[in-house]
């Protein structure tokens, strides 16, 4: 019996996750570095933060995900622990601003990172999750080393750093530059560690190497349209949204919404008894 091969993918709905993925808009690293690539290597670029510019992204991206619904799907908005990234994500995705006589710690002091913006608070939004494994390429350009932990955490309180390991940027080196394949295999790892969280709508603000070599490893199986759908290059402050699949039982979810469509033994020999009864 000959069958046709389906062209579609079909998944079971507990083996899938939605992941928006975000890359941090405008940082003052890439205005002089577009014109000169050399330019990423100045110090005064240290962990870079977002330009007058990137704040105005922020803020109609900010608009665009209240306005199509997104804000309120999203159960965790998982971020890298630099300056334009954390930046980005309270921005887009965080409370109102902050006012007077609210006892909770906001996601981001006033005027972080000399950007006159005020605090923004922690109200009403998902939690937010530092994760190290999504970072820029590391190494050579002071736009991609950290600062410490320490000073994150007074900059941005309500963000949760408990998965970053070492307080001081262990992970930058000065003299080696990570290459593309490296961070691909770490982008995958990241990618297949989702799978550990219970959330199933995400959002992940990341940089433009991390996101175009991790996604490369993706969509080798489909449409080559469809694999440039999902592989091309990030703007500032642009949002692609995806499904991700487990093919390989990585995750150990059920469904909670399957129904097996009969009842158990047990259940039938009590609607009897109850039938007998009534009769």
């Given at each position: 019996?000959?069958?046709?091969?389906?062209?579609?993918?079909?998944?079971?709905?507990?083996?899938?996750?939605?992941?928006?993925?975000?890359?941090?808009?405008?940082?003052?690293?890439?205005?002089?570095?577009?014109?000169?690539?050399?330019?990423?290597?100045?110090?005064?670029?240290?962990?870079?933060?977002?330009?007058?510019?990137?704040?105005?992204?922020?803020?109609?991206?900010?608009?665009?995900?209240?306005?199509?619904?997104?804000?309120?799907?999203?159960?965790?908005?998982?971020?890298?622990?630099?300056?334009?990234?954390?930046?980005?994500?309270?921005?887009?995705?965080?409370?109102?601003?902050?006012?007077?006589?609210?006892?909770?710690?906001?996601?981001?002091?006033?005027?972080?990172?000399?950007?006159?913006?005020?605090?923004?608070?922690?109200?009403?939004?998902?939690?937010?999750?530092?994760?190290?494994?999504?970072?820029?390429?590391?190494?050579?350009?002071?736009?991609?080393?950290?600062?410490?932990?320490?000073?994150?955490?007074?900059?941005?309180?309500?963000?949760?750093?408990?998965?970053?390991?070492?307080?001081e940027d262990v992970l930058w080196k000065?003299?080696?530059?990570?290459?593309?394949?490296?961070?691909?295999?770490?982008?995958?790892?990241?990618?297949?560690?989702?799978?550990?969280?219970?959330?199933?709508?995400?959002?992940?603000?990341?940089?433009?190497?991390?996101l175009f070599y991790t996604l490369q490893?993706?969509?080798?199986?489909?449409?080559?349209?469809?694999?440039?759908?999902?592989?091309?290059?990030?703007?500032?402050?642009?949002?692609?949204?995806?499904?991700?699949?487990?093919?390989?039982?990585?995750?150990?979810?059920?469904?909670?919404?399957?129904?097996?469509?009969?009842?158990?033994?047990?259940?039938?020999?009590?609607?009897?008894?109850?039938?007998?009864?009534?009769?």
């Amino acid at each position: 019996m000959n069958m046709d091969v389906a062209q579609s993918g079909l998944f079971p709905l507990q083996r899938c996750k939605i992941v928006h993925l975000l890359r941090h808009a405008q940082g003052i690293h890439n205005v002089e570095g577009e014109k000169d690539h050399s330019a990423y290597m100045s110090p005064e670029f240290f962990d870079a933060h977002l330009t007058p510019l990137g704040w105005n992204q922020v803020d109609n991206l900010r608009k665009q995900v209240k306005a199509c619904g997104l804000s309120g799907k999203i159960e965790l908005v998982i971020t890298s622990p630099l300056l334009r990234t954390m930046q980005t994500a309270v921005g887009v995705f965080g409370g109102e601003s902050c006012t007077d006589g609210v006892n909770i710690p906001p996601l981001m002091v006033e005027n972080t990172g000399h950007s006159g913006r005020p605090a923004i608070s922690s109200l009403n939004c998902p939690p937010f999750l530092a994760v190290e494994r999504c970072r820029e390429r590391l190494g050579v350009n002071p736009c991609d080393k950290r600062r410490s932990i320490s000073e994150c955490q007074q900059l941005f309180p309500a963000i949760d750093f408990s998965l970053v390991e070492n307080d001081e940027d262990v992970l930058w080196k000065a003299d080696v530059r990570e290459a593309n394949e490296e961070i691909a295999a770490r982008g995958v790892k990241f990618i297949d560690w989702l799978w550990t969280r219970k959330e199933k709508e995400i959002a992940i603000v990341s940089h433009s190497a991390f996101l175009f070599y991790t996604l490369q490893a993706f969509g080798g199986d489909c449409h080559p349209i469809v694999k440039e759908e999902i592989s091309r290059y990030f703007g500032n402050c642009e949002l692609r949204s995806m499904v991700l699949v487990d093919r390989s039982l990585l995750g150990s979810e059920t469904s909670s919404c399957n129904y097996p469509g009969k009842i158990s033994h047990a259940d039938e020999k009590l609607a009897r008894k109850e039938k007998t009864y009534l009769n």
